[in-house]
């Protein structure tokens, strides 16, 4: 009893911390800082500069290319063919936005892309955790060959065919279900959150048991509150995963007014490069895409789902675990 | 599983229908018995020329390609038109550009395949006539007037036994082409040419000649000719003046040349005119006139490198001579600058152009011979791709509403445009292609010459004239495999390929001497060139035989 | 540690046999649905792969049209060309993973050892971005990098050196490939180590500064081990599936000059396919790669139970 509320208690404070921005454990974060001011040597000093400089160095590359990206879907036409555009952009134009955001196609397509990765996430993100969960109890009999249930699967598969005629006999073609259902699953995130699971104190798990809380209030009101950190890194990926797929819509709708946006946008970037290998019955047919449109809509793609993860980061808090266990 | 059944039980009516054809066949032409139970909605007899218009207003899948350039939208009045004229509905199935073939295997493959199978060209329909997926489209064109009479009219018989698989037989319904369609050359920087008083190249040798010259005039140019296509639409052309087959992914195909006297194949990388190409194009790397990177930049890098007058000589067609244009006038200043299509420079065979007159055209399901609206089918298809007012309707829209046609000159109304040929007057609220649907790649290529110039302008047709003058040399004919002697042919033919590509950009990059040419041949022969070239000659030969 | 150890045992002991099985019962069936799920979407369609031992013809029966035993095995088996593409997708997954695993770990010790968060969140943005950009974009970009007048050949002569015809040189090709492998992952792969960072108690730090540890010692001590299970699962898995290279930007990226190092086996049956659709041919290669997956995952697991203790099992 005691230690339920005090983990619920450590629990919510942790939270409300993070709302109001504030370091999450003042006093082990100030200890680890304060240590380092007060007696910081000249090797600490110089391992600092250099981490800051390779970090650095990482965002150059990094951010350099994006930017160039960006200021192409800002720029005229011809300063991009002249190879003029870095990451400034050259020949202010707007112009391209407005005629792409204009397209209604386009806004259907932007519709059907958040509604399926907000269904996919949610369906992905139950499955994976009850199962991670289930098999990351060791006392579950037949763990073993649940785990490999699922690895299995990971290296073999049966092939675009098989899959497709399943799909269609199960009359899931042309509905939002062949988009979210055929992929749910990502073995290496169960595995990954199987290991943060098991990584936690049992006595948690058995004190919530000797206290007479079932398995699943177990896992919703101890495990799941304190695993913040995986569920967000689970969600980000499959939120980004899902939000950059174009494969599964692909083959198994046939109405581009159901199409995601990646779709959309393939076929305007992907389409225009295929004509140079593919010879001269692909190039006959295509009318140059310009670069310009090309970085607009990928502009327009990528930028919602960028936001996701600074919104997540404030689930990334340590010490998760701090007053938990004492005693 | 229930698919399984009924892909079966497809197969079977599949084959059953093709009996049926033979049986009809063997009595009177105009006998349509074989129609008995699938005549719904057909006309009693469609002559040629003859608008077609069903008795009953039918349905039809068709396989769409959607390209980017043009999106299908919901505004387009295309397929409405169709359904006014033919009383026919077509429910477009649409698929992005980008991974089309990957789609319409999948389709095919698992049963799933609308009716009509649009977009296909002549080769890609081999693989899926082992599996009875689709018709046997030379079974049925004897029920087609339109079609028979362009192959008639036309002398299209040699171009059609290109397609003709083991069984004699052809399974695509192909575009079909009155005069061979030229379209890809080299554009030319001709202001430049002018200014310094050299003439455009008439032959391979006076273009390196040309461009020793611009060479020297021009030190701020870093190379007169970097090519597009990774040069292989160059090679292409050039290897057909040379007597070979070059160019991966646009010329060299499956690398058999055929000896029409003598009636066989050979291996053309292989050959004393494959290594003269070779050296040639080295001559030109070695000699600085042309850009190494030609063989591995982008399209956009070799764009933006002849945009900006870093290079004067670039691979072209029509449409992208305008876009050059475009970009020139932004980069350049308009005005301040020509750049046209020069005539494809002649080789050691003089002025030749080779290619065959078919083109892209459709696939037909065998699950369609089932289905009661067969012989409508037919009809419609054989308006639709092959009569002429259907090919003018598609590509120019309605007469008299959208275009008038005076003398073979074809103009638009007041309010329309066609952007993608050029055609863009001011006041024009109307995109005939991008608004409408006309001149869409689905249905616009082949026909007659008429309709196949109308969209050009006078530049581009004069081209045209000058190339009409040049010798046609007949196509190759396809190797008439069997199912299983394809799968085995092209693990081979990959191996061999592979081998003559990069041979290519090797020899010609400099980074294999042609000393070792007999090292070259000799990993052709050990990746099994003989028995490749030996097995194709085998199987003509008995499909000839069999056929006479 | 013991003292949680003798803990466990003392609750051990003081399980009641009924409310175990209870337990039992209420986990499997948290197993129902993703199990069904299994069964349905993956191992259903498995039974497509029986086409490696039969022929199958496009358009036709999915399921083949006759026995050919193991004809399709010996045809790769046996092809030259096959091993050729075999040896590159080896070399190149297997440099994809020997450079490219250490850098997300490597750059999220560092950004966890940054004070500012203000910094250390601004680093971790744009370290991922470019996992967002398109495979194609990212292609063009490469080319473009690496082109005769690209930014490299640019340092080169501004460095007095040789330019050098990068696309065109097969020797260069697994540097391009597996730099812009770990350009595009790197940031990504850091958010999940970050994730494993924060489950480190805090206290071991305090605890390893009092003991006189300086950073460095600290990461080896207190951090590392503190995130072990998580690089271990990575790593095994990234083992198994390292054959896996990235079809799409291979062949944007490739042309013949390059196949001696370029082509995989998934760009090689790409080439294959498009004039024949060779099915059974692809499913038995394909059988073949996801046995030696298997393998490897098994003994990457066995290895690590061994020396670490931690295993996927």
């Known amino acids: ?34 240590g380092a001011t007060v007696g910081r040597s000249r090797g600490e000093r110089v391992f600092g500069v250099v981490n800051v400089a390779v970090l650095l160095l990482a965002v150059a590359v990094t951010l350099f290319p994006f930017l ?11 300063y ?174 046939d109405r581009s007014d159901m199409f995601p946006v990646t779709i959309y946008l393939r076929n305007l970037i992907a389409g225009a490069s295929s004509a140079q290998t593919s010879g001269a019955n692909a190039a006959s047919d295509l009318t140059g895409i310009s670069a310009n449109i090309k970085a607009v809509t990928m502009v327009l793609t990528v930028l919602p789902i960028l936001c996701v993860y600074p919104f997540i980061q404030r689930y990334f808090v340590s010490g998760v675990m701090l007053g938990s266990v004492k005693g | 599983m229930s698919t399984q059944l009924s892909r079966r039980s497809v197969i079977a009516l599949g084959l059953a229908g093709v009996a049926a054809g033979v049986l009809a066949g063997c009595a009177d032409p105009a006998d349509t018995s074989a129609f008995s139970g699938k005549a719904k909605g057909a006309m009693k007899e469609l002559g040629v020329n003859e608008q077609f218009t069903a008795a009953a ?179 292409n052309l050039a290897a057909v003046t040379y007597g070979t087959m070059a160019g991966p992914n646009w010329g060299i195909g499956n690398g058999l040349a055929f000896d029409q006297k003598a009636k066989k194949f050979s291996f053309t990388p292989a050959s004393t005119q494959f290594k003269e190409l070779l050296q040639y194009f080295h001559s030109l790397v070695d000699e600085g006139l042309m850009d190494p990177e030609s063989f591995t930049q982008t399209d956009d890098q070799a764009q933006a490198k002849f945009a900006t007058g870093k290079s004067l000589f670039i691979n072209t067609n029509a449409q992208m001579i305008s876009l050059y244009r475009q970009a020139m006038d932004q980069t350049l200043g308009a005005g301040k600058y020509t750049v046209a299509k020069i005539p494809v420079p002649s080789g050691p065979l003089g002025k030749v152009v080779g290619g065959s007159r078919l083109e892209n055209g459709i696939m037909i399901s065998s699950s369609a011979a089932k289905d009661p609206s067969f012989e409508a089918l037919l009809q419609f298809v054989d308006w639709m791709w092959y009569s002429d007012d259907a090919q003018k309707f598609l590509k120019w829209g309605e007469e008299g509403t959208t ?48 309709i196949v110039d109308s969209t050009m302008d006078a530049e581009e047709l004069a081209w045209q004239k000058v190339m009409a003058t040049y010798k046609q040399l007949p196509p190759a004919p396809g190797v008439p495999y069997t199912q299983t002697q394809r799968q085995q042919a092209t693990l081979q033919q990959t191996a061999l390929i592979d081998t003559a590509n990069t041979a290519t950009l090797n020899f010609i990059l400099g980074k294999q001497n042609f000393s070792e040419w007999n090292g070259y041949l000799s990993s052709l022969k050990q990746k099994g060139m003989q028995t490749y070239v030996d097995n194709a000659n085998r199987y003509y030969d008995q499909v000839q035989k069999k056929l006479s | 540690m013991t003292s949680t150890a003798t803990t466990r045992t003392r609750a051990a002991t003081r399980h009641h046999p009924p409310r175990k099985r209870k337990v039992n019962w209420q986990l499997y069936s948290l197993l129902v649905l993703p199990v069904a799920w299994f069964l349905i979407f993956r191992y259903v369609p498995m039974a497509g792969n029986i086409i490696a031992f039969r022929n199958y013809v496009p358009g036709g029966n999915i399921f083949g049209e006759g026995w050919v035993g193991f004809a399709n095995f010996e045809m790769f088996l046996t092809d030259p060309s096959f091993w ?80 050098i015809a990068f696309m065109q040189d097969p020797a260069w090709f697994p540097v391009i490939y597996v730099g812009s492998e770990i350009w595009q992952t790197m940031g990504w792969g850091t958010i999940l180590y970050l994730a494993a960072l924060t489950t480190i108690d805090e206290s071991l730090y305090e605890a390893a500064r009092i003991d006189g540890a300086n950073r460095l010692q600290q990461i080896w001590h207190v951090t590392l081990p503190g995130i072990r299970p998580t690089i271990v699962t990575l790593l095994i898995l990234n083992i198994g599936t390292f054959m896996a290279v990235g079809f799409e930007k291979i062949l944007l990226l490739y042309n013949p000059a390059i196949y001696s190092t370029a082509d995989v086996i998934s760009t090689y049956l790409y080439r294959v396919g498009l004039q024949s659709g060779s099915f059974s041919y692809a499913a038995a290669i394909g059988i073949f790669e996801a046995l030696i997956g298997l393998i490897l995952v098994l003994s990457a697991n066995l290895i690590s139970r061994r020396t670490t203790g931690a295993s996927l099992w």
Request: proline content about 5%.
């Open chain 1, 68 to 78: 160039t990206v960006i200021a192409q879907s800002l720029s005229s036409e011809k």
């Open chain 1, 1 to 34: 009893m005691v230690i339920n509320s005090e983990l619920t208690s450590v629990g919510s404070a942790e939270v409300e911390e993070t709302l109001a921005g504030q370091p999450v454990q003042p006093r082990a974060r100030a200890s680890r800082s304060s």
């Open chain 2, 403 to 450: 275009y008038t046609e005076k003398n073979g000159k074809f103009t638009l109304k007041p309010g329309y445009s066609l952007k993608a040929f050029g055609i863009d007057p001011a006041g024009a609220t109307k995109d005939i292609r991008l608004d409408m649907g006309f001149s869409c790649g689905n249905f616009m290529y082949g026909g007659t010459t008429e």
């Open chain 3, 84 to 163: 050729q593409v075999f040896g590159n997708t080896v070399t190149l997954g297997g440099l994809a993973l020997l450079f490219g695993f250490p850098v997300p770990l490597i750059l999220a010790l560092l950004l966890n050892e940054v004070r500012s968060r203000g910094f250390k969140k601004f680093v971790q943005t744009t370290s991922y971005l470019p996992h967002f950009l398109s495979i194609v974009i990212v292609a063009g970009m490469v080319m473009q990098i690496t082109s005769m007048t690209g930014s490299v050949n640019q340092l080169l002569s501004s460095l007095g050196m040789d330019k």
């Open chain 1, 80 to 253: 991009i063919d002249m190879g003029a555009v870095s990451i400034w952009p050259r020949g202010w134009n707007i112009d391209t936005y407005k005629v792409v955001m204009a397209d209604p196609m386009f806004w259907t397509n932007y519709r059907n892309t958040v509604v399926y990765t907000a269904v996919a996430t949610a369906i992905s993100m139950f499955l994976s955790t009850i199962f991670a969960y289930a098999i990351s109890k060791k006392e579950l009999r037949g763990r073993g060959f649940f785990i490999g249930l699922a690895v299995f699967t990971m290296f073999f598969s049966g092939g675009l065919i098989p899959n497709y005629v399943l799909v269609n006999g199960l009359h899931m073609t042309n509905t939002i279900w062949a988009v979210v259902i055929p992929n749910a699953i990502s073995v290496f995130n169960v595995l990954i959150m199987k290991s943060f699971f098991e990584n936690m104190p049992s006595e948690l798990e058995e004190a919530a048991a000797i206290d007479g809380l079932s398995v699943y209030g177990t896992l919703w009101r101890i495990v799941l509150p304190l695993s913040k950190a995986v569920l967000a890194t689970m969600f980000l990926f499959y939120a980004v995963a899902n939000w950059n797929s174009w494969f599964q819509a692909f083959i198994y709708l």
């Open chain 2, 57 to 235: 207003p039918l349905t039809f899948s068709i396989l769409f390609q959607d390209n980017p350039a043009y999106p299908q939208k919901a505004g387009w009045t295309i397929w409405k038109d169709i359904t006014d004229k033919t009383k026919v509905t077509l429910k477009p199935n649409v698929v992005p550009y980008a991974d089309y073939q990957a789609k319409r295997s999948l389709l095919i493959n698992s049963g799933n395949a609308p009716t009509i199978i649009a977009k296909t060209y002549p080769g890609e329909e081999a693989q899926f006539v082992g599996g009875g997926a689709i018709l046997a489209a030379s079974d049925y064109t004897k029920y087609m007037p339109n079609f028979t009479d362009k192959v008639k009219k036309w002398g299209l018989d040699a171009d059609l036994a290109t397609v003709r698989q083991a069984d004699g037989k052809y399974y695509i319904f192909p575009g079909l082409h009155e005069s061979l369609f030229l379209d890809y050359t080299l554009a030319a920087r001709t202001d430049i040419l002018e200014a310094d008083g050299i003439d455009a190249p008439g032959t391979w040798d006076e273009f390196r000649t040309v461009l020793k010259k611009l060479k020297q005039k021009h030190p701020e140019v870093d190379y007169p000719f970097s090519d597009r296509f990774m040069g292989a639409s160059t090679l």
